[in-house]
């Protein structure tokens, strides 16, 4: 349900075409002026940290996107989970896909022929995301970027509190659908802590009321709130879905919401151990998931990171998953460089080439076949398909990588009805 524009171009040329002077770096926690963005964007360029901010003034933020969006240099893109997700999935010209997000009119223009919106989700305006690039070395004034970044800002209210929920749970009976994706939970965290926990009951009874015959996989995306983190997982949201979609950032941000295994691991140094990610990809599973005792629907996580990707599933429930992951890694191969098929002079192989599958339990050891690219072990009534990816090296495009990589993995994937 989060859909937008997402305006990208250069972050100094920008502040040019407003007429802002290169300033001392400050950070902002929210964005109220045209002097915050000066100063948080020179705060987080100098670093080569990459940063998304809420613009307060709707009217302020208004003249700024305008500015943005007309810039000879912009380009304008589908933004949002839930739109790229849709928008990926609509490139198979067999699919039908219905998206109930805020839609304005360019957005609508942008749009494939075969995603489907609802009058009730049309607005009069746009919501756009402004991303403002930096390259390594370029200069703005004194401040000089260590790193090629992106800085991200929205005054956008709608997708924040998940207006077109309702809207969308409210379409499923005349479209009919064989899958449902949900995402933009993330987006709520701008809201007042009374405001998002009222919504996220409000989000549970709507998803309770999709017919339970409906696959629903739920796509996560970065967040900082744990307590808002554990009430998706433990009482709410997690139950009511049967497939989840996260990438190493928000494996481990769940495990130490929940104090889960390696949840003192502080962050990942480099590719992700395959061993922890399996480890808590079985608690996550075993802890959330179906299991005969608990009434949970959850039964299919899809783990992406940029050197390889984990599918895991309780037995029973879905089929087809070698080729699910496969096509997952081979999205996000042929997305980042823009190619039709991988090409192999521009990719590369970063993932272990040997590893354990577990550090909680007497682990088997992998080696990898590249005859036979997707390994499988398993544990305790959980399957396990793991490949490794073919990395971009140059890549042109990283905005929605993940929403593509998931988009395809369910195309492949067979949900055996219960």
């Not at 000089?144 to 409210?170: C, K, T, W, Y």
């Not at 087809?320 to 190619?339: E, I, M, S």
Request: hydrophobic letters at 45%; glycine letters at 6%.
């Amino acid at each position: 349900v989060n859909a937008c524009v997402d305006v990208v171009l250069s972050g100094v040329k920008l502040l040019e075409a407003l007429g802002l002077e290169p300033s001392d770096g400050k950070n902002h926690a929210v964005l109220s002026s045209r002097q915050d963005l000066r100063e948080a964007f020179a705060h987080f360029m100098e670093r080569g940290a990459a940063a998304e901010r809420f613009f307060s003034d709707a009217e302020a933020f208004r003249d700024i996107a305008r500015t943005a969006s007309e810039h000879p240099t912009a380009q304008l893109y589908v933004g949002g989970n839930a739109a790229l997700i849709g928008q990926k999935l609509a490139t198979n010209p067999d699919l039908k896909i219905l998206l109930c997000g805020p839609v304005g009119p360019k957005l609508h223009e942008l749009l494939d022929d075969n995603v489907v919106v609802p009058p009730e989700s049309m607005q009069e305006r746009d919501e756009f995301h402004l991303i403002l690039e930096y390259q390594a070395g370029e200069q703005w004034g004194r401040v000089r970027a260590p790193a090629a970044n992106r800085f991200i800002f929205s005054h956008d209210l709608s997708n924040g509190a998940l207006n077109m929920l309702e809207v969308f749970v409210s379409s499923l009976d005349e479209f009919q659908p064989d899958l449902v994706v949900l995402s933009g939970l993330h987006m709520m965290e701008g809201q007042s802590k009374e405001m998002r926990q009222r919504r996220l009951m409000e989000a549970v009874a709507s998803i309770s009321d999709i017919p339970t015959d409906i696959p629903i996989h739920l796509e996560l995306a970065s967040m900082t709130d744990q307590d808002f983190m554990s009430n998706i997982m433990h009482q709410q949201v997690f139950p009511l879905v049967n497939s989840i979609g996260l990438n190493e950032q928000e494996l481990l941000f769940l495990t130490q919401a929940a104090s889960g295994p390696h949840a003192s691991l502080a962050s990942w140094s480099g590719v992700p151990d395959v061993g922890v990610v399996s480890d808590i990809l079985f608690w996550l599973l075993k802890e959330h998931g179906r299991t005969a005792e608990r009434a949970s629907d959850l039964t299919r996580i899809h783990f992406h990171t940029l050197a390889y990707h984990i599918l895991a599933t309780v037995d029973g429930h879905w089929g087809n998953q070698a080729a699910a992951v496969a096509a997952g890694a081979r999205a996000a191969g042929t997305q980042a460089c823009a190619t039709d098929t991988i090409d192999t002079s521009k990719v590369f192989l970063k993932a272990p080439l040997e590893f354990v599958t577990s550090h909680t339990e007497a682990p088997s050891k992998i080696s990898l076949n590249p005859d036979e690219p997707v390994v499988r072990w398993h544990r305790e009534g959980i399957s396990f398909h793991f490949t490794p990816v073919l990395v971009c090296k140059d890549p042109v495009r990283t905005v929605g990588l993940g929403d593509a990589i998931s988009a395809e993995g369910l195309l492949y994937s067979e949900a055996y009805p219960q």
